[in-house]
């Protein structure tokens, strides 16, 4: 398959609109490097006691506090883990320490909010810089190393909905895989992230590790 090329089988925004539940008003999702997700938990540093398996229905049920962080996580594709976290902003410590691997991150803070961000690309606690596609094929991109997995799509159309739609399909073509009815109604594993941890992440960004 050439992910440089293909389109998915369905529009991603109407797919996460009939899927998505509430996540349509605003989501923060990470497409990670890698296939271990008890590593991905344990860097995370989630609450072991607060794992849950359940399909994003059940998840949409579940009572909790706004200021809660959590995360809703399963594999994606051969090397791919996909996270969507709750109540973290972006960029947040937790996704600062998920180490050595790429990690994409799409936030969306809903059109009532300060709207969607760029398509960024975060990697090893620095952000490298968006992957957004250009207005126009071939035009200017942040990471012009990720141009040619624009090649195909509609470009230049406005509108949040489209741009998010533009988003999922650059993933899709990097990771190898499209998000599908599939993808949204599957089993993931939920963690909380306690706020003890949320504080250890605040002083592992300024105090020095035995490595440095």
């Not at 975060?122 to 094929?137: A, C, K, Q, S």
Request: proline share 5%; hydrophobic share 35%.
């Amino acid at each position: 398959m050439n992910t440089e090329q293909v389109l998915p089988a369905e529009n991603q925004w109407d797919l996460l609109v009939e899927y998505g539940h509430w996540i349509e008003l605003g989501f923060h999702a990470l497409w990670v490097e890698g296939d271990d997700q008890e590593e991905l938990a344990r860097l995370l540093k989630v609450d072991p006691g607060s794992r849950l398996e359940c399909d994003l229905k059940t998840l949409a049920c579940m009572d909790g506090s706004p200021s809660e962080v959590g995360i809703w996580m399963s594999a994606h594709a051969p090397g791919w883990t996909h996270i969507f976290a709750f109540g973290a902003y972006s960029f947040h410590p937790a996704i600062r320490n998920l180490g050595k691997r790429r990690v994409f991150e799409i936030y969306f803070a809903g059109e009532v909010g300060e709207g969607l961000e760029p398509l960024y690309l975060n990697y090893d606690g620095e952000r490298l810089g968006d992957v957004t596609p250009p207005f126009e094929e071939g035009g200017d991109m942040d990471l012009a190393d990720y141009r040619p997995y624009t090649a195909g799509l509609e470009l230049g159309r406005k509108g949040m909905h489209w741009d998010v739609h533009l988003f999922f399909c650059m993933m899709g073509r990097i990771t190898g895989r499209f998000a599908d009815r599939e993808w949204w109604t599957s089993t993931r594993t939920f963690y909380r992230i306690p706020d003890g941890s949320r504080e250890k992440f605040n002083m592992e960004q300024v105090l020095p590790t035995e490595n440095q």
